[in-house]
């Protein structure tokens, strides 16, 4: 509630700055603004046109307003900045027909030129915390809406399918290789002796182990993958009841049309 | 019965299950030796039991004996691979890889068996692809009849040699051409590369440095060479030792390059070392060292050691193999079980 009476004030003073600023313009047009104008037109010129811009970077900070903890700095800095650049519109106002001599001019206009800083520099900050903020949102709601158990399951598969299968990575072009011309005729040894070959005692165990690693059923001490190879049994489990549920009911119809 | 098949740049080797728990691993050495041919010669290398085949007027003898010979009539010998893939610079490299694989391999017991063939994972350092090596080398263990599949080689280290970690850890074949790096978490791999380095870049730098032949070198670095031993200035011991440290060096820095592109997850992650030229005495407590100073992104919980003797599976000349082997037959037991449920299912339905 309280961000959407920020929003609607903001904006609303956003506006006023605008019109300010476009009156201001206007203004000078109308009354042919030059050096040798009439300090009461110089002043009321310049004096809304710097109100406008201050309103207009006002109202885009309360737009953009920020939550704590950064909220807090913001604040003040939003505020510190709209004083300084109002004070320095006033004291333009005030000293211009009188004092608008240095080093007055320099004080004036490092009030201003400072609030107009703050302002402008806490906006660009703001909007860039928002843009982050924004895309991490972003990033959470889709883990969260758009993955379902299905496309874990099949992401799972397609990983474990290409590390151990055809792999990827390899072409699917079967290269046949025509019977080569070179005819070499083969030594008395290579016809006739077979390839020497050596029996090693090896159960290979690795068979057993490498069939549960690539099924998932290898227990680790990692919650991400437990919870997937969790949530890919319960996912099986489901489909083998429903396909039972479905023989059954299948059994069942036969079995009645045969006694019908 | 499924195979593993390890298309090394020095080494061919074939892995198959044998009879009870065992392993049958048939191994022939990459490389051949080019001979005049002559009635002499062919008896002599009959007699000798020598496998060699013959071509107009050129021999060439195959495998380990061509390293032999090579030695004694001081010839270059011929490689049909060069830095992990099919050499270009060997006009007659498909042929011989063909007959080495159709020997070590055999036929296929029924039509379309599963056969996992390894083959390196792109190099980081290098421009050469792989992709024709791969589709080359299937295409040949297909002509025999074989159901093909391709794994790259640091993940078959991984399925060889990190079972007991739930094949995560970091695989790293030290091979002839190159090395294969593959860092997998749960058997799926995270990060694989190679780099276009390995014993062969030893043996040429040695060779370069100190001036006796490649060959000569390649013999001392498998027969007569240990780390944590003291060498003589000049010694192509010394050299060896000099340029095997480049190497862990070069790899250990390639692979903390490419930890810090990913995000590998937070747990304890055991290095598993294999290939052929990862057997020198004392190279895994090099390794270790280099590994503990490199202060990698992941936590390294160990440097996993073979029991490294020569009639163990789990040397690591075998494990490339081994781990091609336990994915071929983890993919025929997948295979098996659809079929197996099937069966019933038409019972009851009948």
């Known amino acids: 509630m309280e961000s959407k009476f920020r929003y609607y004030f903001g904006s609303m003073v956003f506006l006023s700055g605008l019109i300010l600023s476009i009156g201001a313009i206007a203004f000078a047009i109308m009354v042919h603004l030059r050096r040798t104008s009439d300090p009461s037109e110089i002043i009321t010129t310049y004096g809304f046109l710097g109100v406008g811009l201050s309103f207009t970077l006002f109202g885009i900070n309360l737009m953009m307003s920020q939550r704590r903890p950064y909220g807090l700095y913001s604040s003040g800095v939003m505020i510190t900045g709209f004083l300084f650049s109002i004070i320095g519109v006033g004291s333009f106002a005030m000293t211009y027909t009188s004092n608008w001599v240095y080093p007055t001019v320099s004080y004036v206009s490092f009030a201003y030129a400072s609030g107009i800083c703050l302002l402008s520099g806490n906006a660009f900050g703001n909007a860039v915390l928002k843009l982050i903020e924004e895309r991490s949102v972003q990033l959470h709601e889709n883990a969260a809406c758009h993955y379902t158990t299905e496309d874990i399951e099949k992401e799972v598969e397609e990983t474990l399918n290409k590390s151990f299968s055809d792999g990827s990575r390899f072409s699917a072009f079967n290269l046949d290789i025509k019977e080569d011309e070179t005819v070499f005729v083969h030594g008395k040894t290579l016809k006739e002796s077979p390839q020497d070959r050596i029996e090693i005692k090896d159960s290979i165990r690795e068979v057993e182990s490498l069939q549960s690693a690539i099924n998932g059923k290898v227990k680790v001490n990692d919650y991400a993958i437990d919870l997937t190879t969790k949530m890919l049994s319960a996912t099986m489990k489901q489909q083998t009841e429903e396909q039972n549920k479905k023989m059954s009911n299948k059994l069942k119809m036969k079995l009645n049309s045969m006694r019908r | ?350």
């Open chain 2, 1 to 350: 019965m499924a195979k593993g098949l390890d298309v090394g740049t020095m080494n061919i080797i074939c892995a198959e299950k044998g009879k009870g728990d065992s392993i049958t691993f048939a191994q022939q050495r990459n490389a051949f030796l080019k001979m005049e041919a002559g009635d002499l010669a062919q008896n002599m290398l009959d007699s000798a039991k020598i496998l060699y085949t013959q071509k107009d007027e050129t021999i060439n003898v195959l495998g380990e004996d061509a390293f032999k010979f090579s030695n004694v009539f001081n010839k270059p010998i011929r490689r049909p691979m060069k830095q992990g893939i099919i050499s270009p610079d060997e006009k007659e490299s498909i042929p011989m890889i063909k007959l080495i694989i159709e020997r070590v391999l055999g036929k296929p017991e029924k039509e379309g068996e599963i056969v996992y063939i390894s083959v390196p994972a792109s190099p980081v350092d290098s421009k050469v692809n792989v992709l024709y090596h791969s589709k080359t080398v299937e295409a040949l263990a297909k002509r025999v009849g074989y159901q093909t599949n391709l794994i790259d080689e640091g993940l078959a280290v991984v399925f060889s040699e990190l079972g007991d970690f739930n094949f995560t850890g970091i695989g790293i074949s030290v091979g002839a051409g190159m090395t294969n790096i593959t860092v997998a978490y749960l058997a799926t791999p995270i990060v694989s590369f190679s780099i276009a380095r390995g014993g062969d870049w030893i043996d040429e730098q040695v060779s370069s440095a100190t001036g006796v032949p490649n060959e000569r070198v390649t013999a001392i670095k498998e027969t007569d060479f240990s780390f944590n031993s003291d060498y003589e200035i000049g010694s192509i011991q010394g050299a060896l030792a000099l340029y095997y440290d480049a190497l862990i060096t070069y790899i250990i820095a390639n692979l903390k390059k490419k930890l810090l592109e990913v995000a590998p997850p937070d747990v304890e992650f055991p290095i598993a070392v294999a290939g052929g030229s990862s057997r020198a005495r004392g190279f895994l407590d090099v390794f270790e060292k280099r590994i503990s100073e490199a202060n990698l992104p992941i936590n390294v919980s160990k440097v996993k050691r073979n029991r490294s003797t020569t009639a163990d599976s789990k040397d690591p000349i075998y494990s490339i193999a081994r781990g091609c082997l336990i994915a071929a037959l983890t993919r025929e037991d997948a295979e098996a079980v659809p079929a197996a449920e099937e069966k019933p299912q038409k019972a009851v339905t009948a």
